[in-house]
């Protein structure tokens, strides 16, 4: 099944794309068959993966506070060794 991808379809996939929603809720508010492969498909070619405008996006993508412990391993107990005699 062919659809077709007019400018108000791939402005309404690009809002959606970059409000944050999964492909598999921009397909179903699309419709008219519109699966949620073709929503990857069409977002990827747009030049949309990544999800590089997404709130959750921007959250995983923010660095971790820099600390000069958090480079370092943990560093392990040592077992305090019985004595046998």
Known sequence: MSMEWDE????????LWFAGETARTIAER????????AVIGKAHRLGLTGKQGSLRAALKRRPAPASTASNKQPQRRQKPRSQSY
């Open 8 to 15: 108000p379809r791939i402005e309404l996939l690009k809002r």
């Open 30 to 37: 699309l419709g008219r068959g519109v699966t949620r492969n």
